[in-house]
Nanobody, 122 residues
Framework: VQLQACGGGLVQAGGSLSLSCAAS????????MGWFRQAPGKEREFVAA????????LYADSVRGRFTISRDNAKNTVYLQMNSLKPEDTAIYYC????????????????WGQGTQVTVSS
């Protein structure tokens, strides 16, 4: 599966952004999907994930209550709604996919998109 993320940009603290990730392939609905992010000089970190059917989600503690992950299998797209953004949310956000299981570990995901930059100014 190939992933194409978009929707990043520059926003002031307290603002909102919505990321989307379009996936190619007919078997999108079989894949668990997620988002990771990486800030300059930091390791890649888990943000959120959603099961293939959308019934279960996982969130990092740092974003729970502010970010919402969702998916539309008819459109082969996964979304990340980000509200109440903080400067520490600044990072490149990566869309990921895997068929095996929902995970917070980057090594568990075999498919990665190219990343989209999110910058939150203070």
């Amino acid at each position: 599966v190939q992933l194409q993320a978009c929707g990043g940009g520059l926003v002031q603290a307290g603002g909102s952004l919505s990321l989307s990730c379009a996936a190619s392939g007919r078997t999108f609905s079989s894949y668990h999907m997620g988002w990771f992010r990486q800030a300059p000089g930091k390791e890649r970190e888990f943000v959120a994930a959603i099961t293939w059917g959308g019934r279960s989600t996982l969130y990092a503690d740092s974003v729970r209550g502010r970010f919402t992950i969702s998916r539309d299998n008819a459109k082969n797209t996964v979304y990340l709604q980000m509200n109440s953004l903080k400067p520490e949310d600044t990072a490149i956000y990566y869309c990921v996919a895997d068929i095996s299981r929902l995970s917070t570990r980057p090594s568990e995901y075999n498919y990665w998109g190219q990343g989209t930059q999110v910058t939150v100014s203070s």
